[in-house]
């Protein structure tokens, strides 16, 4: 009777795990999955700004003070350390307004790409996001639930961070692999990209020409930093004035949005016009923002838009490089008057003519900007 309890019993026992290995086995096979998000294509990345035009054939007036351009000095490499030392110096002066506006998940996404801008340059990445994103995954069945997060990491980051014009973060996936066996279910989140796809703007191919860009850019950088300024207020002045005096604009530059095409090629739109100004402003110190919007010229076009804000004796103002450096129809040189129309305005003047937008993506979050003084400084 006890042998035949116990066949029995081993019989029971050998079913069970027959069972039970067979339901790991389909779960393991049929609940293991992998699907890549990408973030939305921002408005930052591509503005197609309007730009001011003035109908006049003004000459310089003796009063007009000219800005020096200084020599450029290739061997000067300053704050962008291209050995990969030093990583977390290159922004210290930036003031990381946007993220600081995330929740937890959005910040542990953008400190992924911010902590590992050196493995970007290689135009490829694997980087392995440590953080707990079980309380989002576990609660739906969409697997795009961690998008919203990504877009809004990906819209803060290009907007606090204005140098990073050698990626094409449309490229950039977050990758998401779930695997559930009858002990639950786990995740592991990464960022990547497709197999055989690079993160590379058009025109960059290799890590070498990316740090040879970024030690050109630094170079032009560093003379302006390497200045003697008498305080903030000239600081602020004399990066926009020497973006005026060096920069055209030019609808047709390749890298009109960044600061490669700024800096290098000296021909840019608004969006490049403002990420170098804020670029320069970071390295000197000088507390400042992104900002995007509408805005609508003396012609009546309307159009998507990008300008600064500018902390100045604790209050903020408004700097619109751009349309500091109109197009002159008939030729001509700027006037200070002219060169200094959108130069540290107030609300009550800026907003005649320029309207924020506070949702970078589709359906993105809303970004909080500064409150600008009323009255333009004086």
Known sequence: ???????????????????????????????????????????????????????????????????IIPSINTNSLGMYNTDGSGQNEKYKYNNRYYYNQLDNYSKALYQAVENNLDELKYGTCNINIDYDFSSILQNTDDKYALKPYYDDAIDALSLDIPDLFYIDFSKLRLFVETKTNIFGTKYKIYLGTKEGESLYKEGFSSKAQVDTALNQINAV?????????????HKIREAHDWIIENVSYDDDEIYKSDVYGTLIDKRAVCEGYARTYKCILDELGIN???ATGIATNSEGNSENHMWNYVLLNNNWYAVDVTWDDPIIVGGGVLSNATKHRYFLLGSKKFFENHTEEHVISSQGRYFALPTLNTKNYE
């Open 1 to 67: 009777m006890i042998n035949k309890f116990t066949n029995l019993l081993m019989v029971l026992i050998i079913i069970v795990i027959i069972v039970f290995g067979g339901i790991y086995y389909y779960k393991m096979q049929n609940m293991s999955k992998s699907y890549a998000l990408e973030p939305d294509v921002n408005k930052v990345q591509d503005i197609n700004d309007v730009h001011q035009v003035v109908h006049s054939n003004s000459t310089t007036s003796e009063n007009d003070t000219q800005v």
């Open 221 to 233: 950088k560093n003379n302006l930093v390497n200045i003697v300024y008498a305080n903030d207020y």
């Open 288 to 290: 400042n923002i992104l």
